[in-house]
């Protein structure tokens, strides 16, 4: 009877630490979907994380090539600017003459001269070098007179730097007065180089 009884006492403590023991295996241990989940969802996190970064990498780019397009077009809205003006400059200064001369005056050499420097700076600009007259003369002589003063501009354009091939000269002799006046007011004015930019 007593080693029945301790028979059973010894049982029930196998019994005890085997089950003791198997539940501290079942609360350390990670199911296999547990494993799989944890690894689905760190591989989404980890795709979710590389789409992000591709698509602010794609909006940077995006801005970056924006702000190429607006800079591009604000240098070349500047550069139409400047070559207008360059035009309006080139084309608003006339050169006067003395009566029956084609010889350049100082003001007039200072005039070419800013000419020159804004044809030589923008290459894309051809001039046309305009002679004109007063009334008193020939027909036949004031054309020959208004040639001689256009080439007086174009010849010293030339010195200036400026290439003969972006030059032509044209007489309109007497044909075109800038004042019809009949007076030496309206004469002065009429002696005259105009110059006209092609682009």
């Known amino acids: 009877m007593r080693s029945k009884t301790l028979f059973l006492f010894v049982l029930a403590t196998l019994s005890v630490f085997i089950i003791s023991g198997c539940a501290k295996?079942?609360?350390?241990?990670?199911?296999?979907?547990?494993?799989?989940?944890?690894?689905?969802?760190?591989?989404?996190?980890?795709?979710?994380?590389?789409a992000n970064a591709a698509r602010k990498a794609r909006e940077q780019a995006l801005k970056e090539r924006q702000l190429a397009e607006e800079q591009l077009a604000k240098e070349e809205a500047e550069k139409k600017k400047a070559i207008e003006q360059a035009?309006?400059?080139?084309?608003?200064?006339?050169?006067?003459?003395?009566?029956?001369?084609?010889?350049?005056?100082?003001?007039?050499?200072?005039?070419?001269?800013?000419?020159?420097?804004?044809?030589?700076?923008?290459?894309?600009?051809?001039?046309?070098?305009?002679?004109?007259?007063?009334?008193?003369g020939t027909e036949e002589y004031n054309l020959a007179l208004g040639e001689r003063r256009a080439r007086a501009a174009y010849e010293f354009l030339i010195l200036l730097g400026v290439e003969s091939d972006r030059l032509q000269i044209v007489s309109y002799g007497e044909e075109f007065p800038a004042d019809p006046g009949h007076n030496e007011t309206a004469w002065a004015k009429n002696r005259r180089d105009e110059f006209k930019v092609l682009y």
């Open 25 to 50: 295996q079942k609360i350390g241990s990670v199911s296999p979907n547990g494993v799989v989940e944890s690894t689905q969802k760190n591989r989404l996190s980890a795709e979710e994380s590389r």
């Open 87 to 136: 035009v309006e400059t080139i084309s608003a200064n006339k050169i006067y003459f003395d009566f029956d001369s084609f010889e350049l005056k100082p003001e007039a050499r200072a005039i070419l001269q800013q000419k020159a420097e804004l044809l030589k700076k923008y290459k894309n600009l051809r001039l046309v070098i305009e002679g004109h007259c007063d009334e008193r």
